[in-house]
């Protein structure tokens, strides 16, 4: 069953460093997102990307993250300067269609473990 | 602003024991309510629910979604130590998922 990659599963970073989380989508799929999990809370939405442009972003997405579609297969959320409350799982995903259209879902990855020291 | 409830927060039952989880929500264009499991990490699809598809069944787990209440539940029969994780709702707008903040399911042997 096809699935969404994402590396590191865990990273270790100081303060201050920038961070780059990279994912592979489901090939066919169309629209990528970006969540993320701050432990034991809820799941929380960063950002969509479709078209190669941003469709979608939440208020934690600020000036700091960025997202980046270098290839035809990668998809990558940069954090530039990295706080200590960006600690967090960041989870990767992709859908073939529009959420919501009743066709398809969000499919996510596994998760890049971020810790910010 | 869409928001999403689960309750209850956590729950233990025994082994063989029904469950059901309950989901509500407000939100100002519905388009499908979604239910995932998560074990460790990744969320893992279970069901979605929209207008046209108000009940979904796969083995042990089904939902139904009552859009005039506005809420859905997650009924699990028969239940198995491997069905213990956290079980999240999310409203499927059209960019993105709003998710509640889960159901910490616990099966005791």
């Known amino acids: 069953e096809p699935e969404v990659t994402q590396t590191p599963s865990h990273q270790v970073t100081q303060m201050g460093q920038e961070v780059i989380l990279r994912c592979v989508p489901i090939?066919?799929?169309?629209?990528f997102y970006w969540y993320r999990q701050i432990l034991g809370q809820k799941v929380e939405f960063l950002v969509s990307?479709?078209?190669?442009?941003?469709?979608?972003k939440s208020e934690i997405f600020d000036d700091q993250f960025s997202v980046e579609r270098p290839d035809g297969s990668n998809f990558t959320l940069k954090i530039r300067s990295t706080k200590l409350e960006d600690s967090a799982m960041y989870f990767c995903?992709?859908?073939?269609?529009?959420?919501?259209?009743?066709?398809?879902?969000?499919?996510f990855g596994e998760g890049s473990w971020l810790t910010v020291v | 602003e869409d928001k999403v409830v689960q309750s209850p927060l956590s729950l233990v039952v025994h082994e063989g024991d029904t469950v059901t989880l309950n989901c509500s929500y407000e939100?100002?264009?519905?388009?499908?309510l979604l239910w995932y499991k998560q074990e460790k990490k990744a969320p893992t699809f279970l069901f979605m629910l929209?207008?046209?598809?108000i009940e979904k069944k796969s083995g042990r787990l089904s939902s139904i979604l009552d859009k005039k209440e506005l809420f859905s539940i997650l009924n699990i029969t028969a239940t198995q130590t491997g069905d213990s994780a956290v079980y999240l709702c999310?409203?499927?707008?059209?960019?993105?998922?709003?998710f509640g903040q889960g159901t910490r399911l616990t099966i005791n042997p």
């Open positions: 929209t207008s046209s598809g």
């Open positions: 995903a992709s859908s073939s269609t529009l959420i919501g259209t009743g066709v398809d879902t969000i499919y």
């Open positions: 999310a409203d499927g707008g059209a960019q993105k998922l709003v």
């Open positions: 990307f479709y078209n190669n442009e941003i469709s979608e």
């Open positions: 090939s066919n799929h169309l629209y």
């Open positions: 939100v100002t264009n519905f388009r499908s």
